[in-house]
């Protein structure tokens, strides 16, 4: 997502070679993306708009549209599951993009802002937390914070890679158990494992 350079991508795993390409219209910036089903659900930055594209042809079917800014979106195989940059995580109906319910994310210290990318892992939601390190482990049924993930050290050139090309990529390889965890315009996908911190 870049405004102008906005894509969908189907790209081989993981050699990475780009099988299709999908340009947005240049007044869209292209957001949160997740498969469900037969389908591919984008969102768009701020022209609260989702396309729906068939997950075949990505061609686009359908869209509807939301009352905020769009950043993540996953599902948990009923709903979709959106973030717009606040503590606020919002279910809506696939279907037709209603408002089903929402959470509001909290940790320890309060309100848990920034929401960014988002995946549904094993009955919890991730979330990049906006220009910083770390994920965010989210129960879904309570906006809970349960589990913090530290991924400081793993950009691969800070220096270059600063602000807006910060840490906000996650897709979980459930096979293995594995996370692959990116940034924008980073030029590696990282597959890790995760283990408890020192001292549990």
Same mark, same amino acid.
């Given at each position: 997502? !870049? $405004? &102008?350079?906005?894509?969908?991508?189907?790209?081989?795993?993981?050699?990475?070679?780009? !099988?299709?390409?999908?340009?947005?219209?240049?007044?869209?910036?292209?957001? &949160?993306?997740?498969?469900?089903?037969?389908?591919?659900?984008? /969102?768009?930055?701020?022209?609260?708009?989702?396309? +729906?594209?068939?997950?075949?042809?990505? =061609?686009?079917?359908?869209t509807?549209?939301y009352?905020?800014? *769009? %950043?993540? /979106? #996953?599902h948990?195989?009923?709903? !979709?599951?959106?973030?717009?940059?606040?503590?606020?995580?919002?279910?809506?109906?696939?279907?037709?993009?209603?408002? /089903?319910?929402? +959470?509001?994310?909290?940790?320890?210290?309060?309100?848990? @802002?920034f929401?960014?990318? !988002?995946?549904?892992?094993?009955?919890?939601?991730?979330?990049?937390? $906006? @220009?910083?390190?770390l994920?965010?482990?989210?129960?879904?049924?309570?906006?809970?914070?349960?589990? %913090?993930?530290?991924?400081?050290?793993?950009n691969?050139?800070?220096?270059?890679?600063?602000?807006?090309? +910060?840490?906000?990529g996650i897709? $979980?390889?459930? =096979?293995s *158990?594995?996370?692959?965890? #990116?940034? @924008?315009?980073?030029?590696?996908?990282?597959?890790?494992?995760?283990?408890?911190?020192?001292?549990?």
């Amino acid at each position: 997502g !870049l $405004w &102008g350079r906005s894509r969908l991508i189907r790209s081989d795993f993981p050699e990475g070679e780009v !099988l299709a390409s999908i340009p947005l219209a240049p007044e869209h910036f292209g957001e &949160g993306v997740t498969v469900m089903g037969d389908e591919v659900f984008q /969102l768009t930055y701020t022209s609260r708009l989702c396309l +729906v594209y068939d997950r075949e042809s990505l =061609e686009v079917k359908r869209t509807f549209s939301y009352p905020t800014e *769009g %950043w993540g /979106l #996953t599902h948990d195989g009923e709903a !979709l599951i959106m973030s717009d940059g606040s503590a606020t995580l919002r279910f809506l109906d696939p279907s037709s993009g209603a408002e /089903l319910r929402r +959470v509001e994310v909290a940790g320890a210290r309060g309100p848990v @802002k920034f929401l960014n990318e !988002l995946e549904y892992v094993d009955g919890h939601v991730y979330a990049n937390i $906006w @220009k910083t390190d770390l994920i965010a482990a989210i129960n879904p049924e309570t906006g809970a914070v349960t589990a %913090w993930i530290d991924l400081a050290g793993l950009n691969p050139d800070p220096d270059r890679l600063v602000d807006p090309y +910060v840490l906000n990529g996650i897709a $979980w390889a459930r =096979e293995s *158990g594995d996370l692959l965890v #990116t940034g @924008k315009c980073w030029p590696y996908l990282y597959r890790i494992s995760l283990r408890p911190a020192d001292g549990g």
